[in-house]
């Protein structure tokens, strides 16, 4: 067990801006699911994020966009069950925090009350002010995430680099200084320059976590499924794939297969 792991029994909001401002990185991974979620828990992974990103990996979707507020808190309540020391985050889904206020503080109530998570996650700056006054208003720490927000693809039209021009660089960083000044304990910096994240980190005093944002922000996080390589037809330049399981996986079946046929499985030991 590293030193980390014994200094913080519980990864709070509190811890992550201690790490920051002791130089200590954070590191965040995505889990959806019991077992999974154990695994990330267990290796010392500060942050656990039940991203919406399981519209995608899970259910197979093309966009985030269709997964419902009752499909995240399946998915956050399983994470929750398996985490010990990690701290939760879940994804507020599109379509449960924009429309008003008080949905939004509905949404991430439900997610709190009946998945157990510890915080929750919203993507936009400025224009989801009122929301986010009221969520934090009523006690729930939350993350913010700005840059390539996956909520927003269809406005966007591509998955491409976001603020490479000065405009959107200039309202990334007034949004990233806004969020701070709401309350907002992390944010979460997709897909820019690492020039901008690293301006970014140095100007705010709460952690920087980028995902394609280079390596001076205060922490990093990836999708799971493809940094063990079990999604494999995604390969975006800041993916560093640690296995190959889409792979080894695929070879496991079909040994299973063959030997479920020549009734090589199950021998005379995996029987009674
Ligand atoms: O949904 C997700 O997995 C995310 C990460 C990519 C940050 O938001």
Redesign the pocket.
Known sequence: MSAIKKEYKRITTNSLIEMKKHGEKIS?L?AYDYTMAKIIDNAGVDVI?V????SN?MAGHET?LPITLDQMIYHASSVVRASKRSLVVV?IPFGSYQSDSKEALRSAIRIMKESGAHAV?V?GGIEIDNALTRIINAGIPVMG?LGLT?QSIYQFGTYTVRAKEEAEAKKLIDDAKFLESKGCFAI?L?KIPAKLAKKVAEQLNIPI?G?GAGSHVDGQ???THDMVGMTHEFHPRFLRRYLNLYDDMSNAFEQYCKDVKSVDFPNEKEQY
């Open positions: 965040m995505t994020l991203g919406d990103s399981a990996v985030t994804d996650k993507e995430h996956p979460v997709e976590i995902i996080v990836l999708v």
